[in-house]
């Protein structure tokens, strides 16, 4: 989010382009971007036989598709003309969707990638990764998965952070600076939020730690300090730090909800193999738990 030169707002589809330009056209206010409006399209007439379509028809019912798209973002972008810098389209051919906007996002050397959220059954999750999460998972730049109507009347910004993850200090410093720098956009206020793990009533059956009330403590107190160090490192302007007991995904969605956050910032990783297409990880989980946009920092 900060830096940004290229925005890349895209979809497969038409729907939802129009409020996620709004939005680019405010971070392009704010920061001089380059913005690339894309849609990815395909059409099962790719694949008909030659013998109900000739080689030559097909190729000309695609392009014919292809226009029509193309006109129809240009009209899209019509009203942003001179509201912004520069601004340009383009329509990709492809029946894999995020493949082809992980292709536009390096083409387009985009630092940002808005994209309004799809809807998806969740029996289909497993059968096929939805778009949005396997944006938050591949792209190598920050995803704004865009859901609210307008950007106009801001509430806060949330930014949710594992600060006793030691390991990842350029993650939640990318995280936090992120979220301020979208706070400061929107004029609006900045909220701060980590978890800890919630020891139910089974730990102290088992004698496993009988003081389970005061390692809890110990876990709110170390968080909520961390916390601290990072606003006075980072010379951050933060409304309220909150510090939840309990699964990430289950707290941070509970506040975000009740604040509520225009915008909540969160940390994503990538994942190989088959915990890619069966294992969702928090940010994921959050997607559809949020009500309000979500962006993702690599």
Known sequence: MRDVKNILIANDSLDGLNTALEKAAMIEHYSGAELHVAEVIYDTIAEESEENVSEAERSRLIEALKAAERRGLQNLIEPFAERVASINTRVAWDRQAAAALLRLQTETQAE????????????????????????????????????????????????????????????TQEILLTASTLAKLLGTQLHLACAYPELGQSVNDLQVAMDYEGIKADMRESRGRHLDEWITELQLDVAQSHVLEGKPANTISALANSLPATVSVLGTSARRGLGKLFLGNTAEDLIDQIHGDIVTVR
């Open 112 to 171: 940002l990638l808005i994209k309004p959220v799809s809807k998806h059954g969740r029996i289909a999750d497993y059968l096929h990764t939805p778009l949005d999460w396997a944006l938050t998972r591949e792209a190598p730049c920050a995803v704004l998965i865009s859901k609210q109507p307008s950007w106009e009347q801001a509430t806060c910004v949330l930014a949710a952070v594992d600060v006793a993850d030691e390991a990842h200090r350029d993650l």
